[in-house]
């Protein structure tokens, strides 16, 4: 997977407990802080000292058990997300966020800034041939935005179903569009719908170094 990378491994337990060679390196692998673009690695408090074994208290989150002896480290996922100008310019952006994180969602990189005509065409670049392409990027240069990468299990799904459909008439209730949209141009926020364009999304606005799990 382009410029994403997480680690998925089981481990046996064997009749005495896990080997010292099985012990699992998970701390945090910092090695590519000097790329671009996302790369997740698992991360686990290390056994504390004098036990060979894992157990589930060291088990850190994101990593589940799978059945006696053995546990599996779940994919965390990183999505971009956008809080658009029709949220900053209500002064809504806590209570974007605040919908983002009571659904799990995690903001482990946040800026505000404001996109140049420019920046904004490069963005949405993928519209080009859409009838709404010059409008949006309008719109979307017309204030200041907030670009935050946001980290869970299933991340890119998970924000997809927190925003709600595109067009605000659509989108479920208790969603950040069906409470807060001005309409299908002005719909309060972005986010990645693959975790490919994540990626590549991500790395539009961020380095690695900016952004902290
Ligand atoms: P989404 O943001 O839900 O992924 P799209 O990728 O299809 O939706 O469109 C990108 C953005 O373009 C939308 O969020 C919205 O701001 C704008 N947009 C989409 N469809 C229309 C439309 N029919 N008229 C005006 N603006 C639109
Ligand atoms: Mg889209």
Redesign the pocket.
Known sequence: MPGRQVEIRTFKQSAAGYAKSEIPDLQHDDSDLTGRGEAITARSAAAPSGSIAPTPRDVYEGETLKGPGEFQVMAIERTLSII?PDITRRNLTGEVNARLEKAGLRVVAQKRLRLSRHQAEMF?AV?KA???YS??CT?MSSGPVVVQVLEAEKAVVLNREV?G???PANAAPGTIRREFAE?????SV??S?SEENAAIEIAFFFSEIEIVG
Do not use: Q, V, W
């Open positions: 658009k949405y519209h859409r009838p709404f409008d949006l719109f925003m459909a595109t067009d309409s299908i141009e002005a719909n972005h986010g719908d």
